[in-house]
């Protein structure tokens, strides 16, 4: 088994999304997260969850360098949040 | 013909296809890492070391300190199912889901496709293949001529194992095997058996179900006929569904508790989860279960019947905390659990003469409801359940925000800085907060 040597960060930080909407489809393509921006090389999941009549969707995506994101997507604000990463370790 | 899709270590293997680089990685989901609770999912890269689902976190890291620990969430997972049951839905309207991860299919309505073990092995392989490309994950496939059979046959060869029995090869192949390898039988019942000299699925084949019947009484003859491969059970499809049996919550605490004050908090937190499920379904309930759990994991169920079917908190809550001051002896506990059986429709059920004392209470309670169904769970709760909120040991209520954790193996100066500002200025707090440990949540 290969040793981990990833980061996993448990997060809620507030993220700028570039989004785009194709065929009606709604797709994070970028978003800035400390200073930088990540670019969405592929979303790797999607699901939703209910909070009352809110639905906030969610999106597992993949950025340029493989690290992994779960974005959230509240309409209600509407604002996106970065819920989880994991990057490769030092 | 039927088939027994069965996900391969399925909340693990979502994760993994979610976030590729936990690919050939021990991954295991559980609620909060940093809270103690139990392993809900192993991957297979796992499993090696010892790590079995319901195994206590602790041990778990003990074991496999180097894996990959994740929060699991089960919306993504019931999302994921859901697809699954589409992709299925396409070869067959006669889907019956067994559970999150498994489903059975009727290939009887398919002629030629579905009608001989040959066909159906081929549509399963091609079932695998496309959960495979489509969804990257893994199944077991079971098929036989009855859900009994495709049921045990799925398990033969995991992960990504196709197994096919008529009858006579499911009794060639188990029945030099454990009789607790049958499907349906415990470790309680295998007891019983054992206590009869029945130790393998064959001795129980040829034990006549006169015996049997004498033994276990209307059960006995079902037990012969299992062992047979025999099972005439329908596959139920998705869109006719079935009824639940029960609806129940429980909680592994952050730490073992004798406090009765937050105890009873906890339970009273249950026991509204429980009876919001039950008026979200249009269920009441004539029986009430606690479940108690103490810091030696000796574990006591111990239920009660009512006269009426209820759906409230407060009965339900009245009902498990007579059963909890009865049978709690004072040892710290670890785990609650209230759930709630002998379920009946609401229209058919007595709580109509529950309410008719206490109108006003219907109409409160019908009011919260639509409070909650609009702004969420967190939005309103049972003051008593909010017992020493904030304090350490509390278990977080809803969907309310919670503190960024010691998860973090690694944070930024900065990424803690916007925090405090977020904070101060009040905009980390609300409900939208950070997803919650399975079980721990409405």
Not at chain 2, 304 to 312: C, E, F, S, W
Not at chain 2, 363 to 381: F, K, M, P
Request: proline content about 6%.
């Amino acid at each position: 088994m290969p040793a981990c040597k990833t980061m996993f960060e448990s997060l809620d930080d507030p993220v700028d999304v570039l989004t785009a909407f194709l065929d009606g489809v709604m797709r994070p393509i970028r978003f800035r997260w400390q200073g930088r921006v990540v670019r969405v090389r592929r979303v790797t999941g999607q699901w939703n969850r209910r909070e009352g009549q809110a639905v906030l969707r969610y999106f597992a995506v993949q950025g340029s360098r493989d690290e992994s994101y779960e974005l959230c997507y509240d309409a209600r604000g509407p604002r996106w949040t970065l819920k989880r990463a994991w990057r490769e370790g030092a | 013909m039927i088939l027994l899709v069965d996900m391969d270590a399925f909340f693990a293997s979502v994760e993994q296809a979610h976030h590729p680089h936990l690919r050939g990685r021990a991954v295991i989901v559980c609620g909060d890492p940093d809270r103690r609770g139990v392993v809900t999912a192993a991957s297979y890269e796992a499993r090696p070391f010892g790590v079995r689902a319901g195994m206590p976190l602790a041990e778990a890291k003990r074991l496999c300190p180097n894996a990959e620990y994740v929060e699991g969430s089960p919306r993504k997972y019931v999302e994921k199912s859901l697809e699954l049951l589409e992709c299925f839905l396409s070869y067959t309207p006669d889907v019956e889901p067994f559970s999150v991860d498994e489903a059975f299919l009727d290939l009887g309505r398919l002629g030629a496709r579905g009608a001989t073990m040959d066909a159906a092995i081929a549509l399963g392989r091609e079932i695998q293949e496309r959960i495979a490309r489509e969804h990257s994950l893994g199944a077991s496939i079971g098929i036989g001529p009855n859900k009994l059979i495709a049921k045990m046959a799925s398990g033969v060869r995991k992960p990504r194992g196709l197994t096919a029995f008529d009858e006579e090869g499911f009794r060639r192949h188990f029945w030099p095997r454990p009789v607790q390898e049958l499907w349906g039988v415990g470790p309680k019942m295998s007891v019983h058996l054992g206590a009869l000299g029945i130790r393998t699925v064959g001795d129980l084949g040829e034990t006549s179900a006169a015996a049997l019947e004498q033994a276990f009484g209307v059960v006995g003859p079902h037990l012969r006929d299992a062992a047979w491969g025999m099972d005439r059970s329908p596959v139920i499809p998705y869109h006719e569904g079935v009824d639940p049996k029960s609806m129940g919550h429980e909680v592994t605490l952050p730490e073992d508790s004798r406090d009765p004050a937050f105890l009873e908090g906890t339970l009273l937190r249950l026991a509204d989860q429980v009876a919001r499920r039950l008026r979200g379904d249009g269920f009441a309930a004539r029986t009430v279960t606690l479940k108690l759990r103490d810091f030696r994991f000796r574990t006591v169920t111990r239920q009660r019947a009512l006269d009426v079917a209820v759906d409230d908190h407060l009965s339900l809550f009245e009902v498990a905390r007579n059963l909890w001051r009865t049978n709690w002896r004072g040892e710290p506990l670890r785990l609650l659990g209230v759930s709630a059986s002998a379920l009946e429709k609401r229209g058919e059920a007595a709580q109509t003469e529950l309410f008719e004392r206490d109108e006003r209470a219907r109409t409160l309670q019908q009011a919260l409801d639509r409070v909650r169904d609009r702004l969420g769970e967190a939005s309103v709760v049972p003051a008593g359940s909010l017992t020493q909120r904030g304090e350490p040991g509390h278990v977080p209520f809803g969907a309310a925000q919670r503190q960024n954790r010691g998860t973090l193996s690694r944070r930024s100066a900065g990424a803690e800085l916007n925090r405090r500002i977020r904070r101060e200025a009040g905009r980390d707090e609300g409900p939208a907060g950070g997803s919650s440990p399975p079980g721990a949540q409405p």
